[in-house]
């Protein structure tokens, strides 16, 4: 019967067994199969970056987030997955509305943080320009970036060396 409906446009086919009626806009079809496949999986570094306009990149995939241990699935989206600690996972994550889906993403100081702590594998230079984006907006103070980053391995020195360096 549901291929039934396909066949004739009642319904669309957004990923392998997700779909929605033809006449919904639900949202980004990736961003609904990563929520559906992985709900704890985390919108972090670089694709954070740019939702919140820290950096200009456009990552050409998601960069995902899950603890540890945790099971990834397969997914028909692009992601790079990435593997963070059980302890340190769920500070300063919440959700937002992005593109019409309610996704869990890091905050932007933890975005900031996580982008100095695996500069290794995003580029110092990703780090540097969302850390000079983050400190002109209003209301965002160093000491918050210090206090996430003391939570997190291998944050606090790069962190604070490029702050000293540009405040």
């Not at 396909?6 to 990736?30: C, F, H, M, N």
């Not at 496949?37 to 985390?42: K, N």
């Not at 933890?110 to 780090?127: P, Q």
């Amino acid at each position: 019967m549901l291929r039934a409906w396909v066949d004739s446009g009642l319904v669309t086919q957004l990923a392998r067994g997700i779909y929605e009626p033809a006449d919904a806009d639900a949202g980004d079809p990736d961003l609904i199969e990563i929520v559906i496949r992985s709900p704890r999986a985390t919108i972090c570094l670089t694709t954070a970056l740019a939702q919140y306009d820290l950096v200009d990149d456009i990552p050409v995939a998601y960069d995902l987030a899950l603890p540890r241990g945790a099971h990834r699935p397969l997914l028909a989206a692009r992601v790079a997955w990435r593997w963070f600690d059980a302890e340190t996972f769920c500070i300063e994550r919440r959700t937002e509305q992005i593109s019409g889906v309610v996704v869990p993403i890091y905050s932007p100081a933890r975005s900031v943080v996580d982008a100095f702590r695996m500069r290794g594998y995003e580029g110092y230079e990703t780090a540097t320009t969302a850390l000079r984006r983050w400190l002109v907006r209003r209301g965002n103070h160093p000491s918050e970036l210090l206090r996430i980053a003391r939570l997190l391995p291998r944050a606090e020195r790069p962190l604070r060396t490029a702050l000293e360096i540009l405040t």
